[in-house]
């Protein structure tokens, strides 16, 4: 695949700060998450999510992540934080995340239920998804562990855009792009200092790495070429 002009789109997730909101911003990130699962250590109330919502920037979309959340708690959620894009990470079905009337991501854990699943097998069990998010936990579990995502993992015919996430930091994230070439890439614990609590510096890091990895130019025979943009 030629990938020159490709960017590969950024989520931070589990913001739970408004300065690391403004500054993901900043920074160009695409997107970031708000989590409302229950077994998350980075879950905000709504009421919170508010003033997360008020310090994004315009263009920026925010993400609002569930696992096994009731319809009551999903639809509070949006009233308060007006996502564009829902994240649902737990066993729900593709009825319950389209009820909401807006365009979702499923995320699905790469080890044990679902590890081996096709891409067929997943866009069939959820026709409506916008996307996938592909992490490194087994299924069933919560997000944002730091489990490492393996590569090898990832189904080889998805046809739908996936977001790459587990394990991922400014010292991986270079190579998980080349090797995969996933639609974007998700990080939340590698870019904190704790659950819920970013780091301004590791931020600014991840990004740069995204960036140098769409940078590289490969023909289509795979081969490393310049970057038109920056000669490197
Ligand atoms: O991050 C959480 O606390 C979380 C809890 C419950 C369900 C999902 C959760 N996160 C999902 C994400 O999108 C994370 O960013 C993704 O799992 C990557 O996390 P990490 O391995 O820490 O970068």
Same mark, same amino acid.
């Given at each position: 695949m030629k990938r020159a002009l490709f960017r590969t789109r950024i989520k931070f997730c589990g913001l739970t700060r408004a300065g690391d909101v403004?500054?993901?911003?900043?920074?160009?990130?695409?997107?970031?998450?708000?989590?409302?699962?229950?077994?998350?250590?980075?879950?905000?109330?709504?009421q919170a999510a508010r003033a997360l919502r008020e310090a994004l920037a315009p263009l920026v979309d925010a993400v609002a992540l569930f696992m096994d959340n009731s319809a009551g708690e999903v639809r509070d959620a949006i009233t308060h934080a007006r996502p564009t894009l829902l994240q649902f990470h737990g066993s729900e079905d593709d009825a319950?995340?389209?009820?909401f009337g807006l365009p979702y991501l499923k995320g699905i854990g790469l080890k044990g239920a679902e590890a081996g699943l096709s891409g067929r097998v997943l866009h069939a069990r959820y026709p409506h998804a916008a996307g996938f998010v592909l992490d490194g936990h087994a299924s069933g579990q919560p997000g944002g562990s730091g489990e490492r995502v393996d590569i090898a993992a990832i189904p080889d015919d998805m046809s739908k855009p996936y977001v790459l996430a587990?394990? @991922?930091?400014?010292d991986n994230v270079y190579a998980a792009i080349r090797s995969a070439s996933?639609?974007?890439?998700?990080? #939340?614990?590698?870019?904190? @200092?704790?659950p819920g609590i970013k780091d301004g510096a590791l931020m600014r890091r991840f990004v740069e790495e995204v960036?140098? #990895?769409?940078?590289i130019e490969l023909g289509d025979n795979g081969d490393i070429g310049e970057c038109n943009a920056c000669g490197r």
């Open positions: 403004r500054l993901a911003g900043e920074l160009g990130v695409d997107a970031v998450g708000l989590i409302f699962a229950g077994r998350s250590p980075r879950r905000i109330e709504p319950f995340c389209r009820r587990g394990g @991922l930091s400014a996933p639609w974007g890439v998700d990080v #939340a614990s590698g870019i904190e @200092l704790e960036r140098r #990895a769409d940078c």
